[in-house]
């Protein structure tokens, strides 16, 4: 929805268009949920572009070890380049083994 009113706001390059107070009234959206989006956008195109950046780094160390390197190597051979730790759970997706998707049976 917000992308929606972003396209559809009145600006300079859209003048026929409509205020953002009108278009969150009619979609039901919150003005202030379109702009913390807004605020946002920048951060999560930042933070894509930096893990498409440590994809391709580890794509690389993984292929030059013809296969060979798991997690643990290719962690350590990204410490020895000084690439800042990950969190837990974006290492082993990174490297393209674990379907994010996937969760595990629970026990009963």
């Keep these: 929805m917000c992308l929606f009113i972003d396209a559809e706001k009145a600006t300079e390059g859209n003048p026929d268009g409509y205020s953002v107070a009108r278009l969150c009234r009619v979609l039901g959206v919150n003005r202030s949920t379109y702009y913390s989006w807004l605020a946002g956008r ?5 933070r894509q572009r930096a893990e ?5 780094e ?15 190597r290719v ?10 730790d990950q969190p837990e759970e974006g290492r082993a997706d ?14 009963p």
């Design 52 to 56: 498409d950046e440590l994809t391709e």
């Design 58 to 72: 580890i794509r690389e160390i993984h292929g030059k070890s013809r296969g060979a390197y798991g997690a643990p």
């Design 94 to 107: 990174h490297a393209g083994t674990r379907d994010p998707r996937y969760h595990p049976p629970q026990a």
């Design 42 to 46: 920048e951060t999560v195109a930042e």
């Design 75 to 84: 962690t350590a051979v990204l410490r020895r380049r000084g690439q800042a």
